[in-house]
């Protein structure tokens, strides 16, 4: 019979794993980002995400790691952006990229109908994205619209005519977009994975990519991807975990039934628990799960913060709040008070001046909305506001 572990120590131990129990120094920025990458949507979150787990993190500190070239930014999970350690980059670009054809197509959701009527797979769709890309971008740093309408006008004379014709066709995807730009705009997701391209600074309201070999001033290096991905579900486990198959899928990207090549090469570490259904964990982090005990302390955390993204949603928040803290678009933050939690927040700025609401699914003590108005008018600067008001409701 598998072993019980409450639900308590369940949290407990993934908070710990997501640095969310105490805030580190200022060395803690590269672990945090570590742990499971720190996903950047909308952009700046990312900075708040930090600054949940990481004492006197400011905009200047993120950026300088990036200059210094110690965090990377790149699509990475589910196509979305995120930041982790440029040393550790192997874990979440090779380490993501799904294995097989089908599971690719699977991750690029809405590529299959343009790769099929252009006549390629989408292997060598990606072959060929990947050499105009090299060329385009070679000495420059280009968003992704530029980007797509340069390298698809490169790619066109290279075809036939009858792929020139769907090529240049009006598709689905945005008023105006040819078919072409936009299979290079889901095939710059798996370039991004084979660490082909990143992202460079943002300038103004854009993000500009960069081939990744320039931007670090060196060769990308070969990596394993078998080690890749089991180093990937080790991480994962060990900030979700106790989980299933089927909920690292979603979190990764790809389906249920394709994630055979990250889970089986791990099977003989892990051990079944039973969470209320079963569920494996490491056998190695059972003592770190039976022992693990609930943090004290207010975080104000992002929309779409890492800790936020495991997809046991019930564990974490009762099923009556599911749709406030999850939406399908416009996701708040939500208010972490002593390991729950217990509402969600969002902020507006206008000129200089920062509102910031807060909203509990039931009413706090004095003390919890004392310290989540501190919390709040701590994220201040992150938004280089000069003056932050703080209003506290309920459902």
């Given at each position: ?61 993120v ?37 097989t ?14 790769v ?43 075809l ?98 394709d ?74 933050g ?42 709040a ?14 209003d506290?409701?309920?459902?």
């Amino acid at each position: 019979m598998a072993e019980r572990v409450e639900r308590e120590r369940v949290v407990a131990f993934r908070l710990a794993s997501h640095h969310l129990d105490a805030r580190r120094g200022e060395q803690g920025l590269l672990a945090a980002a570590g742990r499971c990458g720190i996903q950047n949507t909308p952009p700046g979150s990312a900075l708040l995400a930090f600054h949940a787990r990481v004492e006197g993190v400011s905009a200047d500190m993120v950026a300088e790691a990036v200059e210094r070239r110690e965090l990377l930014l790149t699509w990475s999970m589910r196509g979305a952006p995120y930041y982790f350690p440029t040393a550790e980059a192997y874990v979440f670009t090779t380490g993501v990229l799904p294995v097989t054809e089908e599971a690719r197509r699977h991750f690029l959701l809405g590529v299959q109908p343009a790769v099929d009527r252009l006549g390629l797979t989408l292997t060598e769709a990606v072959d060929i994205v990947a050499a105009a890309t090299r060329e385009v971008l070679s000495g420059r740093q280009l968003a992704i619209d530029e980007l797509g309408a340069e390298v698809a006008t490169r790619i066109a004379p290279e075809l036939t005519d009858r792929q020139r014709a769907v090529w240049n066709e009006e598709g689905p995807y945005a008023d105006g977009q040819p078919i072409g730009e936009a299979v290079v705009h889901f095939c710059v997701r798996l370039l991004a994975l084979q660490r082909t391209v990143c992202f460079a600074p943002r300038t103004g309201n854009k993000a500009p990519f960069v081939l990744t070999e320039e931007w670090l001033g060196r060769a990308v290096e070969e990596t394993d991807p078998v080690a890749c991905r089991r180093e990937l579900l080790r991480r994962y486990l060990r900030c979700y975990g106790p989980s299933t198959r089927s909920d690292f899928a979603t979190w990764l990207g790809v389906r249920a039934g394709d994630v055979d090549p990250w889970w089986s090469s791990l099977e003989d570490e892990l051990v079944e628990l039973d969470i209320g259904g079963t569920a494996w964990a490491f056998a190695a982090d059972l003592d770190a799960l039976r022992t693990a005990r609930t943090p004290t302390g207010v975080r104000l955390l992002p929309p779409r913060d890492a800790y936020t993204q495991l997809r046991d949603r019930d564990t974490i928040v009762g099923r009556a709040h599911h749709r406030d803290v999850w939406r399908t678009v416009g996701d708040p933050g939500t208010m972490l008070v002593d390991g729950e939690i217990v509402g969600t927040w969002r902020a507006r700025k206008s000129g200089r001046r920062l509102r910031v609401d807060l909203k509990a699914f039931e009413a706090l003590s004095r003390r919890h909305q004392d310290a989540l108005v501190a919390e709040a008018e701590s994220i201040a600067p992150l938004r280089e506001a000069s003056s932050v008001s703080v209003d506290v409701t309920t459902y």
